[in-house]
């Protein structure tokens, strides 16, 4: 049997130095509402030219998730729930209930009776503020990523969660698409890689809505 990726990204959770990954990239405080809203654009985009239903469930979970996030509303399993109800368009998307596998089984996310829990708990953690919110904001998407807690749409959902926590602090990308490469769960340099990512975005689309203005 393959390597549990998930229990791998548990413990590679807990050695990345989150509060380092965005160590002298500068990124400014406060909230950033850009001239061009970078998701908005990606789903209307690239994604549209794909798929134009998808684009419109992606649409719709979008707008749900920022008026979640205009509530303060913490991310926990049942808030994605509610939202993976949209990005698949069905009246219910159950949690999965054993072991499930990406990138053409090469990886495997096992199941255990603490799973869920452990979800729930790493999830709270993305309103931690004593951590940087790129940090936050990337360990949210990559928790979503290797918790793997429906049986599709997974991927589509930790960009969500990325993007929630971000406007919960008032804050939207401009761009998103660099964001889109495949990650694994025992890269931790990959994962701080994540969260400097973050940072750098939020530092171009905070430098061009100032142009703008």
């Known amino acids: 049997m393959t390597t549990d990726a998930l229990a791998v990204w548990c413990r590679v959770r807990k050695q990345v130095n989150w509060a380092a990954a965005v160590a002298g990239r500068p990124y400014g405080e406060g909230p950033v509402r850009p001239s061009v809203d970078g998701l908005r654009a990606w789903y209307d985009g690239p994604v549209r030219h794909r798929d134009p239903e998808r684009a419109d469930r992606l649409l719709t979970a979008l707008a749900r998730t920022r008026a979640d996030a205009a509530r303060r509303t913490p991310l926990t399993p049942s808030l994605l729930a509610a939202w993976q109800c949209l990005v698949l368009e069905s009246p219910e998307v159950p949690f999965r209930d054993g072991d499930a596998f990406a990138k053409r089984g090469r990886e495997r996310y096992g199941l255990t009776p603490h799973t869920w829990q452990d ?32 049986p599709d749409g997974n991927a589509r ?44 975005l939020l530092r171009d689309t905070r430098r061009r809505a100032a142009r703008v203005r």
């Open 157 to 200: 959902l930790s960009l969500l969660a990325l993007a929630h926590v971000l406007e919960r602090e008032g804050v939207r990308l401009d761009e998103v698409g660099p964001l889109q490469t495949t990650r694994y769960a025992d890269d931790a340099e990959g994962a701080a890689d994540l969260g400097a990512l973050v940072a750098v």
């Open 119 to 150: 979800f729930a708990t790493c999830l709270r953690q993305a309103t931690d503020p004593t951590l940087p919110l790129p940090s936050r904001a990337a360990r949210a998407y990559l928790d979503v990523a290797f918790f793997h807690p429906f």
